[in-house]
């Protein structure tokens, strides 16, 4: 079956479709890579249903550390990012379920979060490329060293001997 992945020009992106490319053509698919600009147009043209869009690669980092970040963002069906068009009304109800037990039950909602991960992941709505991980190295003369999962080194909070 061919397949064509529409991908927007940015700096890492051709090396990742390269190795998409690699692999689904390892599962038997022709597949030829769509270059396209990063533009206004090119977003209308991947985000428009008509246009019957196979494999796109696309970029999200989340803005704060819960999974409902990434759910919220990338597969519920209202979310703007939804590029796979995937709606299951049922699973955004558990969506909300988890969301909901952050507050009285953290460990309960974890594991609701780990079933809804499965269940994207078993349907492949979408195909992580990479998880970051950071990294800082610090002087031994360096105290109160503080981090935030998003922003990294909390510099303000710093001091120097």
């Given at each position: 079956?061919?397949?064509?992945?529409?991908?927007?020009?940015?700096?890492?992106?051709?090396?990742?479709?390269?190795?998409?490319?690699?692999?689904?053509?390892?599962?038997?698919?022709?597949?030829?890579?769509?270059?396209?600009?990063?533009?206004?147009?090119?977003?209308?043209?991947?985000?428009?249903?008509?246009?019957?869009?196979?494999?796109q690669?696309?970029?999200?980092?989340?803005?704060?550390?819960?999974?409902?970040?990434?759910?919220?963002?990338?597969?519920?069906?209202?979310?703007?990012?939804?590029?796979?068009?995937?709606?299951?009304?049922?699973?955004?109800?558990?969506?909300?379920?988890?969301?909901?037990?952050?507050?009285?039950?953290?460990?309960?909602a974890?594991?609701d979060?780990?079933?809804?991960?499965?269940?994207?992941?078993?349907?492949?709505?979408?195909?992580?490329?990479?998880?970051?991980?950071?990294?800082?190295?610090?002087?031994?003369?360096?105290?109160?060293?503080?981090?935030?999962?998003i922003?990294?080194?909390?510099?303000?909070?710093?001091?120097?001997?």
């Amino acid at each position: 079956m061919p397949v064509i992945i529409h991908s927007p020009l940015f700096e890492a992106i051709p090396a990742i479709n390269a190795y998409f490319k690699q692999v689904l053509g390892q599962l038997g698919y022709k597949v030829t890579i769509h270059q396209m600009p990063d533009t206004p147009s090119t977003d209308d043209f991947l985000h428009n249903p008509h246009n019957h869009v196979q494999v796109q690669t696309a970029g999200w980092a989340m803005d704060f550390p819960l999974a409902s970040n990434f759910y919220d963002a990338v597969v519920a069906c209202r979310a703007l990012s939804n590029y796979s068009e995937y709606c299951n009304r049922g699973l955004d109800q558990r969506a909300v379920t988890a969301t909901t037990l952050m507050a009285t039950d953290p460990g309960a909602a974890l594991r609701d979060w780990t079933q809804i991960d499965q269940t994207i992941t078993d349907q492949a709505l979408v195909v992580p490329m990479f998880n970051p991980i950071a990294s800082t190295f610090v002087s031994a003369r360096v105290g109160n060293y503080q981090s935030n999962q998003i922003l990294g080194a909390l510099l303000s909070q710093l001091w120097v001997r």
